[in-house]
């Protein structure tokens, strides 16, 4: 099949696109705002996009909670989404009233970061901390807004859970790291295979 996406004209129930670009990290956000309120919230179109500097991004429907807040305060958390916090991600995608607690919603406790203040989920086996670059909003082909905000932070801090570390490597099948396909369907990394590069 082919289609065009500006003109919708697929012919199936729902748009294919995020099944095809699939799967996608999901980046778990914590911030606070400035008045110090915590916000938790899952954004699937989220991924590194450089190292040295470490660099992440996570892109918004529209100026949320998160977003806002990270442009507030210069800050935020990405927690790692694992396969049996999967209840707890989908929860935490809530559309709650501005400042309400998605950790208490979500029976999540909150654990400090070392080098900023938004707080971080505890028991997620991963999170990094972030110090905010810049948010930019997306534009299409012809320069129109398309509602996206991008969000981009540095990476200053991560912190690992010991267990998940094995002969130095992180072992990314044991974490088990949730992902989003299309519609509402996800997936998780239980296995993995390394194949080296050619020289």
Known sequence: ?????????????????????????????????????????????????????????????????????????????????????????????????????????????????????PPRVAISPCSLECVWIDTVEMTDRRGQRAGYHVTYGEIIGIHIDDRFIEAGRVCTEKLQPLSRAGYFDYAWIDAVTSVPRPR
């Open 1 to 117: 099949m082919f289609y065009e996406p500006a003109l919708g004209n697929h012919g199936l129930p729902h748009n294919p696109l995020k099944a095809l670009v699939a799967p996608r990290p999901i980046g778990w956000i914590s911030t606070v705002s400035p008045e110090g309120k915590p916000n938790l919230a899952p954004y699937s179109f989220f991924n590194i996009v450089s190292e040295s500097p470490d660099i992440v991004m996570f892109s918004s429907a529209g100026l949320k909670d998160t977003v806002r807040n990270a442009m507030a305060t210069g800050e935020f958390v990405c927690n790692l989404a694992t396969r049996d916090l999967i209840d707890e991600v989908n929860i935490t995608s809530t559309p709650l009233p501005s400042g309400e607690n998605e950790f208490e919603l979500a029976g999540l406790a909150q654990a400090p970061c070392r080098l900023i203040r």
